[in-house]
């Protein structure tokens, strides 16, 4: 794959680089997309199943869903897509700022990571915060807190809530000091979290999108790749390997 040659050049001078990623980086270990073709929310629809207001109403439903969505992670593996970003930490200082919440990026290596949209592997009890760890095995009725009673539910960011503080403004800054900021396998409809590659254009940052498909972002972007992010992620981090 050639590259044009102010994107080797950028590569060359840069330090700091972001990972902005979405759910498309998950494809290809066969994680379905939200809004793709065989997208999870093509099916369902958010409002009716990510969002607190569900969750009270029919949390069996809520809570299976996610359950099954652990079940469909758990049998994934991260691709060479994640390996990539993971092994890019030899040559650069490497942020991931992710919006999915399936893990793969820690289980491919990488060590910086902001999770803007929360983990699924993490829950709480709405009423004492107590954090459980859910086997698959634990059944698809919503579980109760061991210490309260309250209802246990998964620690991640339902529409209409605040994204963690901390995860944010910590992706927000890395974003805005990089050198390149690469876009990920996002369709970058969903706020606050699309704001910031903008924000890392804003300030500077030379925005590179990796995508099967043209996006809302495709015409900030400095530098669009189209085409399956496990295949083109290892051919960049091949011409980096090989000395700029
Ligand atoms: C909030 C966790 C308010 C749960 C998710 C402006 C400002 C602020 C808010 C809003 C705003 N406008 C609208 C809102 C409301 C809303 C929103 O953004 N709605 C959208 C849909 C219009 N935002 C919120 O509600 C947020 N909260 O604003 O609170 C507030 C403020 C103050 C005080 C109190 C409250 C919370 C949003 C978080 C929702 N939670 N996930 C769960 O996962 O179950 S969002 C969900 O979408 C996932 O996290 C996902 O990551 C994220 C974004 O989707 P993508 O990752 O981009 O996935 P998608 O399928 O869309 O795209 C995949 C892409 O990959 C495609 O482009 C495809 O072409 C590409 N692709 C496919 N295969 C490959 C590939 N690319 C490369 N290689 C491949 N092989
Ligand atoms: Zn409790």
């Known amino acids: 794959m050639d590259f044009k040659q102010e994107f080797i050049k950028k590569l060359r001078e840069?330090?700091?680089?972001?990972?902005?990623?979405?759910?498309?980086?998950?494809?290809?270990s066969g994680i379905p997309t939200f809004r793709g073709k065989d997208g999870i929310w093509n099916k369902m629809n958010p409002e009716e199943l990510a969002n607190f207001d569900s969750f009270l109403r029919n949390p069996n439903l809520v809570w299976e869903w996610y359950q099954h969505r652990r079940n469909i992670i758990h049998n994934c593996q991260p691709n060479a897509g994640h390996f990539a970003i993971a092994k890019f930490e030899k040559y650069f200082d490497v942020t991931v700022v992710t919006q999915n919440i399936d893990n793969l990026h820690k289980r491919a290596g990488s060590t910086k990571i902001f999770e803007l949209h929360g983990n699924i592997e993490r829950n709480f009890c709405i009423e004492c915060h107590t954090f459980y760890s859910i086997k698959d095995e634990d059944g698809n009725n919503v579980p109760t807190c061991k210490k309260c009673g309250g209802l246990v539910r998964p620690d991640v960011v339902w529409f209409g809530e605040m994204l963690p503080q901390d995860q944010f403004t910590g992706g927000e800054t890395a974003a805005e000091w990089s050198d390149i900021c690469f876009v990920v396998g996002t369709s970058a409809v969903v706020y606050p979290a699309a704001y910031i590659p903008m924000g890392a254009k804003r300030a500077g940052a030379y925005l590179v999108e990796i995508n099967i498909e043209p996006t809302e972002l495709s015409g900030y972007a400095d530098y669009s790749l189209f085409g399956k992010s496990g295949e083109i992620l290892p051919k960049i981090l091949e011409e980096v390997g090989k000395g700029l």
């Open 14 to 28: 840069s330090k700091k680089i972001v990972f902005f990623t979405g759910a498309g980086i998950s494809a290809e």
